[in-house]
């Protein structure tokens, strides 16, 4: 195993910084029960277990709960650079349905981050099991900080 350069330390705490502060004011994610498992520079992982309160009228998890959880993984790993990131645009394909009770994992990964621009792919799945959506962010980098003043990583 190497050691992590400085470099990269920096770069996670800033990730670690910015993560703390996101979650503080992310109700919509609090309220639905997601839990953060990871967040690195430009990554994310988030897990969510389906409430008998998100299914849908087909008993399934409702499909606007599988994109707010892709999202808020889009979110916390495009901003994980503590500069201030929006959606532009995103895309989800549902290829699978989850049901009560069982837990859905996000994983989010930048596929390219260039000026101000970003897309990211973001993977849910069933924890260890089958995926059942693939959805596509485009992000776009507005003013300011998550959190103000505090030196950027490079």
């Known amino acids: 195993m190497t050691e992590p350069t400085p470099s990269t330390d920096a770069a996670q705490a800033l990730a670690d910084a910015t993560t703390a502060a996101m979650w503080v004011r992310d109700r919509t994610a609090q309220a ?13 992982r988030l897990t969510m277990t389906v409430r008998p309160d998100m299914v849908n009228g087909h008993h399934f998890c409702h499909g606007g709960m599988i994109f707010t959880l ?18 532009s645009a995103c895309h989800i394909d549902f290829l699978a349905p989850a049901k009560e009770g069982e837990h859905l994992e996000a994983e989010a990964v930048e596929q390219s981050a260039t000026g101000r621009t970003g897309v990211y792919d973001i993977t849910v799945r069933i924890v260890g099991g089958k995926t059942i959506a693939l959805f596509r962010g485009k992000s776009y980098r507005i003013s300011g900080e998550v959190i103000a003043g505090l030196e950027q990583a490079n």
């Not at 639905?32 to 994310?44: E, N, R």
């Not at 892709?70 to 959606?87: E, G, I, L, P």
Request: proline share 3%; aromatic share 10%; glycine share 6%.
């Open 32 to 44: 639905l029960g997601m839990q953060i498992v990871s967040v690195v520079p430009g990554a994310s």
């Open 70 to 87: 892709a999202d808020a993984a889009f979110a916390y790993a495009c901003n994980s650079y503590n500069k201030n990131t929006v959606a």
